[in-house]
């Protein structure tokens, strides 16, 4: 049965029961039931070429998918809008992070999405990790680098000169998934070394397509995990992050590191810590390329 032949006294009973089940969260039952038909909504400049997304999925299924995650995760699939972009990084609409982690919609449309992976370092040259919490819809559980999100389609993060849009996002989520307060890490203090495309599944119905901009910066911090968000924090060294990606490589205790995380690991990190260790970091930049990965 189709979204659209659903008898209304089926919406009805759906509406009431999903509402009885969940009143944490902030989506309408009904709107959880049926989930919108929506189109990219272009920016007036550039103007992009129109496309609608089309579903495919019944409403019991959507139902069902929405039901299944924590309220918090519910609420940001919803109400989060990522930024569409080309490969070339030009914004060409935008879309809930619903549809831009659903690996039907990422390989049917394409749709590619910006995001930024933040790498912090204490002031021994420690890196940040974080595991992510088991509530997370994509890659739960799995140790990556201090914070990974996406700007949101507002005027604050949409902002391309010198990546602030994206430095503003960074900020913004290392307070909610590390409650770091904003002024242990200034904005200006972001350093964006370079951006990079890829793709990677998550369990075979979620994943990620992103441009995902590379931020480094070195600050002693305050950190308050979010449970919602985090599982568990620690700081590495360098021979510390080696003995991680070699027991991730054996399989040992279960231990699965982000594909991203990996991605930069294997590609940029180690020259990069060189830098760091140096001051010399802003030698590294290249925000020219945009580097098309593929995960290992």
Request: net charge negative; charged share 25%; proline share 5%.
């Amino acid at each position: 049965m189709s979204a659209l032949t659903i008898p209304i006294q089926k919406l009805v009973a759906a509406s009431t029961a999903a509402a009885a089940s969940s009143s944490t969260s902030s989506i309408s039952p009904l709107k959880s039931l049926l989930f919108k038909p929506t189109s990219c909504r272009p920016l007036s400049h550039p103007k992009p070429t129109p496309f609608r997304l089309r579903f495919t999925a019944s409403a019991t299924s959507t139902m069902g998918d929405v039901a299944a995650m924590d309220a918090v995760q519910r609420r940001l699939m919803f109400e989060d809008e990522c930024i569409l972009v080309d490969e070339n990084d030009h914004v060409v609409g935008h879309e809930s992070k619903y549809n831009c982690h659903l690996m039907e919609k990422i390989e049917a449309l394409n749709l590619l999405h910006r995001a930024f992976s933040v790498f912090l370092f204490n002031s021994k040259y420690e890196l940040l990790l974080q595991q992510r919490s088991t509530t997370k819809v994509t890659f739960p559980l799995v140790w990556t680098n201090t914070c990974c999100s996406h700007p949101l389609y507002r005027d604050s993060e949409l902002i391309e000169e010198n990546a602030l849009g994206v430095r503003n996002a960074a900020q913004r989520k290392l307070l909610d998934e590390l409650g770091i307060p904003a002024e242990d890490v200034p904005v200006d203090q972001f350093v964006p070394l370079g951006r990079m495309l890829y793709k990677a599944p998550s369990d075979g119905k979620w994943g990620e397509h992103e441009l995902d901009y590379l931020l480094f910066i070195v600050r002693d911090v305050s950190v308050h995990p979010n449970p919602d968000e985090v599982q568990d924090v620690k700081y590495v060294n360098r021979e510390e992050l080696k003995e991680l990606l070699r027991k991730a490589d054996a399989g040992e205790g279960g231990l699965k590191l982000s594909p991203w995380f990996r991605l930069v690991v294997d590609n940029f990190l180690f020259k990069w810590w060189d830098h760091v260790e140096k001051g010399t970091i802003n030698e590294a930049v290249d925000m020219k390329t945009i580097h098309k990965l593929i995960e290992k």
